[in-house]
C-alpha cells in the first residue's frame, strides 16, 4: 500500500513523511512487515494472510484511523550527523564548472554548501544512497547532461535543490563537488547504513592530508 503526504518535494512535506512512520512505529499495524518512507509517500509492505477476510480494506482502515489523527512535526528530534568532505580537485572535479555556471566563486560555492541546513528526505538508488534536502538556493544545477559510468565511493554530488552521497562506485549525473572518506554503507554494521531518512546532515570541510589520514583510519 503506497500512502501518499504531499505533492511536492519539500522540508513540510518530508516532515509528514517522518512523523507518519513515527506513528506507525508507535502504533503498529499487525501484518505491516515494512515501512519505506520516500519523497512524498510511504509504502506499507504486509502480509495478507494476517488481516482478516478483507486485508486491504482492514489495512485501509487501520491506516485512515492513524491518519485522522493530528500531526506533530514539530517535535521530530532529528540525529544530527557529521559527513567530513574534501572539495574540489580530484575529489570534485565539478566544483569549478558550478561556480562558474551560478556565478560565484569556488569558496562560495562552499561555504553555501556548508551552510546549507541538510536533511535526508529518504534512501534510494543504491545501498545507503541518501537523497538529501536543503541545499541552498543559490546552488540549485540541472544534473550532468552526459553522466558518469562511473563515480567513485564517498562523491559528494548536487543536483536540483539536493545533495547526494555516492556509498558505492556507480553511474551517475550528479555534480560531484567533493568527496568523504566515511563509509556510507557497510553490510557488516547493524545498522548497515549511515543515514537515516529524517537525519540531519553536517558536512565539514577537511583537506587532502586529513581525507587521506581517515581512509586510511578506517581499514
Keep these: 500500500m503506497l500512502i501518499g503526504l504531499g505533492e511536492t518535494v519539500d522540508p513540510e512535506t518530508s516532515l509528514r513523511v517522518f512523523a507518519f512512520v513515527r506513528r506507525l512505529k508507535e502504533q503498529p499495524i499487525p501484518g505491516v512487515r515494512d515501512i519505506v518512507p520516500a519523497f512524498t509517500t510511504v509504502a506499507l509492505h504486509y502480509q495478507p494472510e494476517l488481516l482478516g477476510d478483507s486485508p486491504f480494506e482492514s489495512l485501509r482502515a487501520s491506516v485512515l484511523e492513524r491518519l485522522a489523527q493530528p500531526f506533530e512535526t514539530q517535535a521530530l528530534a532529528a540525529r544530527t550527523i557529521e559527513v567530513p568532505v574534501c572539495y574540489g580537485g580530484e575529489w570534485g572535479p565539478d ?3 558550478v561556480a562558474a555556471q551560478r556565478g560565484l566563486s569556488v569558496e562560495q560555492v562552499i561555504a553555501l554548501h556548508l551552510q546549507s541546513p541538510h536533511r535526508v528526505y529518504m534512501l534510494g538508488f543504491a545501498p545507503g544512497f541518501p537523497f538529501i534536502g536543503g541545499l541552498d538556493p543559490a546552488l540549485v544545477m540541472p544534473r550532468r547532461a552526459s553522466p558518469r559510468t562511473r563515480i567513485p565511493p564517498g562523491s559528494v554530488g548536487i543536483a536540483r535543490d539536493q545533495t547526494c552521497i555516492y556509498p558505492l562506485e556507480t553511474p551517475g549525473g550528479w555534480n560531484l563537488i567533493g568527496r568523504t572518506p566515511v563509509r ?4 557488516s554494521a547493524n545498522p548497515p547504513c549511515l543515514l537515516a531518512p529524517g537525519d540531519s ?3 565539514v570541510r577537511i583537506d587532502e592530508p586529513r581525507y587521506h589520514a581517515m581512509l586510511e583510519g578506517r581499514s
Aim: proline share 10%.
Design 95 to 97: 566544483l569549478e564548472d
Design 184 to 187: 556510507l554503507f557497510d553490510p
Design 201 to 203: 546532515v553536517r558536512f
